[in-house]
C-alpha cells in the first residue's frame, strides 16, 4: 500500500508525540500514567490500538492483533465512549480521553 503522504501522530499532555505507522501500537498504563495526578487504575495495562491502514487511521479500545480484549476502563473519542466498538476511524484533530487524560490525533 501506498504511504500516506500526511503522517498521523498521537499528541501527549506534555507535547510529546509518537508517529502512528502500521505496526499497531497499544498503549497503556505504563505509557499514561505519568499524565495522572492520582493512582492508575483508571487505565488498563493495554488501553487502546492505534495504527494505520490503507492511508487512514484508526482507534480500538483495547485490543491487540494477537487476541481481542476491550479495555475494562474505556476510551472516548470525542466525547464518544468506543469501548467493545471495534476499530473506528480517526480525523485530524479527533480527541482521545483515557481516564482524567487527554490526547489528541493531528495530521500533518
Known amino acids: 500500500s501506498e504511504p500516506s503522504l500526511k503522517k498521523g501522530k498521537l499528541i501527549f499532555p506534555d507535547a510529546s508525540e509518537i508517529v502512528i505507522d502500521e505496526s499497531q501500537r497499544l498503549l497503556g498504563r505504563a ?19 492505534i495504527f494505520e491502514e490503507d492511508t487512514k487511521y484508526y482507534l480500538e ?3 491487540t492483533n494477537v487476541q481481542y480484549k476491550p479495555s475494562e476502563k474505556h476510551t472516548i473519542l470525542n466525547d464518544e465512549d468506543i469501548t467493545g466498538k471495534g476499530k473506528i476511524e ?3 484533530n479527533d480527541t482521545i480521553k483515557v481516564s482524567d487524560i487527554v490526547l489528541h490525533f493531528k495530521m500533518d
Not at 31 to 47: Q, V
Open 31 to 49: 505509557d499514561l500514567k505519568k499524565f495522572l495526578d492520582n493512582d492508575s487504575n483508571d487505565i488498563s495495562r493495554g488501553h487502546f490500538t
Open 90 to 92: 480517526l480525523n485530524d
Open 61 to 63: 479500545d483495547g485490543s
